[in-house]
């Protein structure tokens, strides 16, 4: 059984892969958890599956492209939890392919989703979760090492997490006098249900196996491996800590070497 410290973190894509892992620790860290992504069947499994683990747990129904559902999402974490203390923006996508055939439609829908969900979350925490009344809080934006330097044939995706680094180290300076610090974790390969399709969508375009891009995938990365999407949360917990008070505007790796930068 988790401790509770009587703060509320809200982790959006909260179901799978990193947003999981994150909300799992920050759960055995004492925290509410409050969960969001699109299919709520599986938001409610989820959250089921966290209490039976001894973590207190909750969610909602979320899609981070509309306005209307991230204030909803907001909104119910307060009514029924109070303030938010923690806001992990996870949810995100993939996409990518030749620059010159990738749809318009495409295009928007990667920078709505990984980029402009994480302002339109931020403002919402900020203003309907109520943490800019507080002399704390945590804001972590899960961006990329693609956020550092740029990706073949992953042209949108290395756009939006560009933005995400960019909007982390602005909006970092700007509420330091707050006490909320904002950072930016930037995950490399990481074995996820996502990665899974990434390597897809590679293995079509090179017309290769989904094992040798794999092995390619790996062998860029110094320590040889992916990494964990418990590794990632990792460092989640530690920027929601109180020990990590004096880091802000930053964007760290979680990557096995593969960025130096």
Known sequence: MSRTTGRLALITGGTSGIGLAAARLLGEQGHTVFLGARN??????????????????????????????VHAFVQAAVDRHGSVDVLVNNAGRSGGGVTADIATELWHDVIDTNLNSVFRMTREVLNTGRMRHKSRGRIINIASTAGKQGVVLGAPYSASKHGVVGFTKALGNELAPTGITVNAVCPGYVETPMAQRVRQGYAEAYNATEDAILEKFQSKIP??????????????GYLASDTAASITSQALNVCGGLGNF
């Open 40 to 69: 709520a069947e599986n938001v409610a499994r989820t959250v089921k599956q966290l209490r039976e683990d001894g973590i207190e747990a909750d969610g909602a129904e979320l899609d981070v492209r509309d306005d209307a559902s």
């Open 223 to 236: 320590l040889g491996r992916y990494s964990t999407p418990e590794e990632v949360a990792g460092l989640v």
